[in-house]
C-alpha cells in the first residue's frame, strides 16, 4: 500500500527556493508514476509537474523553467526543487501516486496530507 509523507514545506521571500520531498513508507512507490499538486482555498487542485516511472517529466506552464521533479527510486522518495518562487507559488503542496503520466489530479490515486508553501512579495 502507498502511504505518501510529504516535508520541505515553509515560508519563503519571493525569488528564493525550496526543496519539498516525498516520502513512501508502503514501499511500493516505484510502480507508480508520481506527481506534485497544489491547491490553495476556493480552487481546484492543479498538477505541478510529474514524473513516470521510467523518469519522463512533465511540467505545469506556470512552472516550467523554475521547478524541477526527481523521484530516487531506491529510497521511495520524490522531490521538487522550487526556485525563483512567486506569491502566486503559494499553496498547499501535495504529492501523489497513480498509474497514468498526467498532471491531472483525477489520474492519481494515492495523496500524501500535503505540506504548506508560502511565499511573501
Known amino acids: 500500500q502507498v502511504q505518501l509523507v510529504e516535508s520541505g514545506g515553509g515560508s519563503v521571500q519571493a525569488g528564493g527556493s525550496l526543496t519539498l520531498s516525498c516520502v513512501d513508507s508502503g514501499y511500493t512507490y516505484s510502480r507508480f508514476h508520481m506527481g506534485w499538486f497544489r491547491q490553495t482555498p476556493g480552487k481546484e487542485r492543479e498538477g505541478v509537474a510529474a514524473v513516470s516511472i521510467d523518469g519522463h517529466t512533465t511540467y505545469a506552464d506556470s512552472v516550467k523553467g523554475r521547478f524541477g521533479i526527481a523521484r530516487d527510486n531506491a529510497k521511495n522518495t520524490l522531490f521538487l526543487r522550487m526556485n525563483s518562487l512567486k506569491p502566486e507559488d503559494t499553496a498547499m503542496y501535495y504529492c501523489?501516486?497513480?498509474?497514468?503520466?498526467?498532471?491531472?489530479?483525477?489520474?492519481?490515486?494515492?495523496w500524501g496530507q500535503g505540506t504548506q508553501v508560502t511565499v511573501s512579495s
Open positions: 501523489a501516486a497513480g498509474s497514468y503520466d498526467t498532471l491531472r489530479p483525477a489520474d492519481y490515486a494515492y
